[in-house]
């Protein structure tokens, strides 16, 4: 007999690969340059040139054991020294290779460090808008994701429902800064009263929280905004990184957890994600783009280009009357719909070839996400299709 639990996930597929797909079958029907999909975050500039170069360079100097043999199993040691290097250079830490495991991009990071740190019958908190994988990463471990209702003026935390809501039964909260959907970065004032209340909390019920930091979109920032680094905050800290986004290399599926050297336990937790492993089949990423990687840590792609696209978007969304939040980075923007039901809003934006994304999943009902990771000139020629949308429906 199949697994019941997973054969019920059929029937809960995610929205955004079902617009993803529709966006692709009506691409073959009048080509996809006439179909303004925004409903996918797959990073749309290229990789840059040094890491193009650093690959070939690998295959041209290396031999196929070295570039497609089994790595370790927490990750290349000398890959995960750069890496340490790097963010102690940069946020002022003091991380050693052993406080650094290779995973397959962020997702592999979150369902690992749930692990770590959860029991079964736990509790996570996390806050809305929050991106829908979250649910799988979390409860198929056992652990329980609870939501904080989102802070729809900024899109900070809203202290007062998230204190009622962190129990005893609390074991960790997971954050994404930037955020998807939002585009909101949180704030050095919201991370440290977020850091004096775990602390706070951690001392009235006499148990570690953690704090799991999904990053995958640190890099992308704008204009004058400053992106503080989590880890400095609070002890109790993981962070989860992606090079998907960065260096635009979702397809290679490569990241790392970074454990805070000052929380509990922190020399173990990476062995213990090596044991997780074990179980869940993940036996750590590729050899070649580890390697490839190490050699381009502190560069990134144009994103140059998602900044100019949401300045397109946003400008436009607002002149329409729209209520929208300027995002502070990442590559999406997140506007709430003109109507109460934001699933018929972008239903009937699918008439106009115009493929956005309700966000009830992302737990802020009312509101739609729309993925800016496309070209600026295809931004440019879906301008005039959204006017019209808005003004002949709305």
């Given at each position: 007999m199949?697994?019941?639990?997973?054969?019920?996930?059929?029937?809960?597929k995610?929205?955004?690969?079902e617009?993803a797909?529709?966006?692709a079958?009506?691409?073959?029907?009048?080509?996809?340059?006439?179909?303004?999909d925004?409903?996918?975050?797959n990073?749309s500039?290229p990789?840059?040139?040094?890491?193009?170069e650093?690959?070939?360079?690998?295959l041209?100097t290396?031999?196929?054991k070295?570039?497609h043999?089994y790595?370790?199993?927490?990750?290349?040691?000398?890959v995960?020294?750069?890496?340490?290097?790097?963010?102690?250079?940069?946020?002022?830490?003091?991380y050693?290779a052993?406080?650094?495991?290779?995973?397959?991009?962020?997702?592999?990071?979150?369902?690992?460090a749930?692990?770590?740190?959860?029991?079964?019958?736990?509790?996570?908190?996390?806050f809305?808008?929050?991106f829908p994988?979250?649910m799988?990463?979390?409860?198929?471990?056992?652990?329980?994701?609870k939501?904080?209702?989102?802070?729809?003026?900024?899109f900070?935390?809203?202290?007062?429902?998230?204190e009622?809501?962190?129990?005893?039964?609390?074991?960790?909260?997971?954050?994404?800064?930037?955020?998807?959907?939002?585009g909101?970065?949180?704030?050095?004032a919201?991370?440290q009263?977020?850091?004096?209340?775990?602390?706070?909390?951690?001392?009235?019920?006499?148990?570690?929280?953690?704090?799991?930091?999904?990053?995958?979109y640190r890099?992308?920032?704008?204009?004058n905004?400053?992106m503080?680094?989590i880890?400095?905050?609070?002890?109790?800290?993981?962070?989860?990184?992606?090079?998907?986004?960065s260096?635009?290399l979702?397809?290679?599926?490569?990241?790392y957890?970074?454990?805070?050297?000052a929380?509990?336990?922190?020399?173990?937790?990476?062995?213990?994600c090596?044991?997780i492993s074990?179980?869940?089949g993940?036996?750590?990423?590729?050899?070649?783009?580890?390697l490839?990687?190490?050699?381009?840590?502190?560069?990134q792609?144009d994103?140059?280009?998602?900044?100019?696209?949401?300045?397109?978007?946003?400008n436009?969304?607002?002149?329409?009357g729209?209520?929208?939040?300027k995002?502070d980075?990442t590559?999406?923007i997140f506007?709430?719909?003109p109507?109460?039901d934001?699933?018929?809003?972008c239903r009937?934006?699918?008439?106009?070839?115009?493929?956005?994304?309700?966000?009830?999943?992302f737990?802020c009902?009312?509101?739609f996400?729309?993925?800016?990771c496309?070209?600026?000139?295809?931004?440019?020629?879906?301008?005039?299709?959204i006017?019209?949308?808005?003004?002949?429906?709305?």
């Amino acid at each position: 007999m199949v697994s019941t639990k997973y054969k019920n996930m059929l029937s809960g597929k995610s929205i955004i690969r079902e617009l993803a797909e529709f966006a692709a079958v009506r691409g073959q029907e009048i080509g996809y340059e006439n179909v303004f999909d925004y409903s996918l975050g797959n990073p749309s500039v290229p990789t840059p040139a040094k890491l193009t170069e650093t690959m070939i360079n690998l295959l041209k100097t290396k031999s196929s054991k070295e570039l497609h043999g089994y790595s370790p199993s927490l990750g290349i040691p000398h890959v995960k020294e750069k890496i340490a290097l790097s963010l102690n250079e940069r946020f002022g830490m003091n991380y050693r290779a052993e406080h650094i495991f290779m995973t397959t991009g962020a997702a592999g990071a979150i369902s690992h460090a749930v692990r770590c740190i959860t029991v079964p019958g736990d509790e996570i908190l996390t806050f809305a808008p929050f991106f829908p994988e979250y649910m799988p990463y979390v409860n198929l471990t056992g652990a329980n994701l609870k939501v904080v209702p989102p802070n729809t003026n900024d899109f900070q935390i809203d202290f007062e429902q998230f204190e009622e809501m962190l129990t005893d039964k609390v074991m960790a909260v997971l954050i994404n800064s930037p955020n998807n959907p939002s585009g909101a970065a949180y704030s050095s004032a919201t991370l440290q009263k977020l850091a004096d209340l775990l602390y706070a909390k951690q001392k009235e019920y006499g148990h570690d929280i953690f704090l799991i930091s999904d990053e995958p979109y640190r890099e992308i920032i704008f204009g004058n905004v400053q992106m503080p680094y989590i880890s400095s905050f609070y002890d109790n800290t993981i962070s989860c990184y992606s090079y998907s986004k960065s260096l635009s290399l979702p397809g290679e599926r490569i990241g790392y957890i970074a454990v805070n050297p000052a929380c509990t336990d922190a020399d173990l937790i990476v062995p213990m994600c090596g044991q997780i492993s074990r179980g869940t089949g993940h036996n750590c990423p590729p050899t070649i783009i580890q390697l490839a990687i190490a050699e381009v840590l502190d560069i990134q792609s144009d994103m140059t280009i998602y900044e100019a696209n949401m300045n397109l978007l946003y400008n436009e969304l607002v002149s329409l009357g729209l209520t929208c939040t300027k995002p502070d980075g990442t590559f999406y923007i997140f506007p709430k719909a003109p109507i109460e039901d934001a699933n018929a809003f972008c239903r009937k934006a699918m008439e106009y070839d115009l493929i956005i994304v309700p966000a009830d999943s992302f737990g802020c009902p009312g509101y739609f996400r729309m993925a800016y990771c496309i070209d600026t000139e295809k931004v440019e020629r879906s301008l005039p299709i959204i006017r019209r949308f808005i003004k002949e429906n709305y």
